[in-house]
């Protein structure tokens, strides 16, 4: 049985404290807010920074002079790149020249789960450089690939698909010519395969990896389908839009 | 007082080895004692932060929504050490990853708010939330010294992220393929805690029955599992 006199103050105290609830949560976004605010200018700077610091670790910096964040496409190549997700290639240019670019593909079997990598790839074949952008291999065995821990990805530097031969690119165990890690062979065996068939991509779709010319071109959104090799996994190469 | 809550935060109330709270984090991340360091600075500012504002809104807030509340006010400070940390210490932000924001989930926080700060003015509750937070920065760095020196045979790696890209002040303590893997493994971690929990265990045992002095010796001993 409520009374009137029982249920007023019950009301009145709900709503003082959905009230004070309420004031919390509004002081507490305002806070947030006020904090995303005057950092994320410099968190993006940071990410960038970042970003432009690994890439210039596969592809160094004086060899182009575009602007790499705004030359990109994005290409989706299952069966080479080892993702179904599109995966972005940054374009390098000096003067307009295409130069080399750097792919983003991933390693889909690794000891546990996917590796993902950075590959630059110069405009005649050459690998300019390899690193492990993100991967879970066992801490001390696998995780020499990490370029901090070892000096076995700098090994990739210079080599192409003729240099070592095709048969060879795949770790001693296979009968290639990479070494594999005291009880890791897995990790060496999928970065080496993932670098190689980005190397094998690079060739099939060099042309068309280069094809709309400017950044600014790249905004009207010509899908740029490749030329040749339309007959086998074609790329489905589209312009990225860039808002510049 | 002050000598009392210092007490009870580095030593007999330890969040990591007594509490035992926040051991998620606290087991992931102590692969290195700069980690180890990222993280209890990190989990210190908030819980001083929390520990403040649940005491300055103690008389304020009413006792049946005062959870909530406490949530909220520390899932924002969470929220806004995890964007200073991606802006100002952004490398270590990258190592630490999801712990950061992981920190809102440490029960030491929400523990001290409750047990502590709403009960007590700003001064000491700010002081408890320091006290707290830097005994489980210690038991952080004491964990990542360990395992970081039998795993990598290294102390201090990673200075860099912390103290600007010119820092480097890593000592090379053992020789370089000497690692014992099994120490950066989260196993290790546990280990580690353990040996560590139980070295507080025996010093307590020790100081207990100095204290005790001469009467009770039999007793002390070979009782607490």
């Not at chain 1, 592809?59 to 990109?72: C, I, K, M, V």
Request: include cysteine; hydrophobic fraction near 45%.
């Amino acid at each position: 049985m409520a009374t009137g006199k029982a249920q007023r103050p019950t009301v009145r105290r709900m709503t003082v404290a959905a009230s004070l609830l309420t004031l919390f949560a509004v002081v507490g976004v305002g806070l947030v807010a006020l904090t995303e605010d005057s950092t994320h200018e410099r968190i993006e700077r940071n990410e960038r920074e970042y970003l432009l610091r690994s890439l210039n670790d596969v592809l160094p910096a004086d060899r182009y002079d575009n602007a790499l964040f705004e030359d990109t496409i994005t290409v989706v190549d299952a069966e080479l790149l080892g993702t179904t997700q599109p995966v972005t290639v940054y374009r390098a240019r000096n003067n307009g020249i295409p130069k080399a670019v750097i792919l983003t593909p991933v390693a889909p079997d690794g000891y546990s789960g996917a590796i993902r990598l950075l590959v630059g790839i110069d405009y005649d074949g050459t690998l300019t450089g390899v690193r492990v952008v993100a991967h879970r291999e066992t801490p001390g065995l696998g995780d020499a690939i990490e370029a901090q821990r070892s000096d076995w990805i700098l090994g990739f530097d210079q080599l192409n698909l003729n240099q070592p031969p095709l048969e060879s690119w795949a770790v001693r165990r296979d009968g290639g010519q990479f070494d594999q890690f005291t009880g890791a062979t897995v990790t060496p065996r999928a970065v080496v395969k993932a670098v190689r068939n980005s190397l094998l991509y690079f060739k099939r779709h060099r042309d068309a990896l280069f094809a709309n010319e400017t950044p600014s071109a790249a905004g009207q959104s010509e899908a740029a389908s490749p030329q040749k090799n339309q007959q086998e996994s074609r790329p489905d190469i589209q312009a990225e839009r860039e808002n510049d | 007082m002050i000598k009392e809550i210092a007490l009870q935060g580095l030593w007999k109330n330890n969040p990591g080895l007594v509490q035992l709270l926040g051991l998620c984090p606290l087991l992931a991340v102590t692969t290195s004692v700069i980690n180890g360091l990222g993280l209890g600075l990190a989990t210190t500012l908030v819980l001083a932060g929390s520990n403040l504002c649940v005491s300055l809104i103690r008389n304020t807030v009413r006792p049946e929504i005062r959870i909530p509340v406490f949530v909220m006010i520390i899932a924002s400070l969470v929220t806004t050490v995890e964007l200073a940390m991606n802006a100002w210490f952004h490398d270590l932000y990258r190592v630490l990853g999801i712990f950061i924001p992981l920190i809102v989930t440490n029960c030491a926080i929400i523990g001290r708010a409750e047990a502590f700060a709403s009960r007590n003015a700003p001064l000491p509750a700010v002081f408890d939330g320091l006290m707290m937070g830097a005994g489980f920065t210690l038991v952080l760095l004491i964990l990542g010294g360990i395992r970081e020196l039998l795993g990598q045979g290294t102390l201090l790696a990673g200075a860099n992220m912390m103290f600007g890209a010119d820092t480097d002040i890593t000592l090379h303590l053992l020789a370089d393929d000497s690692g014992f893997l099994l120490a950066l493994l989260p196993p290790g971690a546990f280990i580690g805690l353990g040996l560590l929990v139980a070295a507080k265990n025996v010093i307590d045992r020790r100081l207990e029955l100095r204290r005790q002095a001469l009467p009770a010796i039999g007793v002390a001993a070979g009782q607490a599992g």
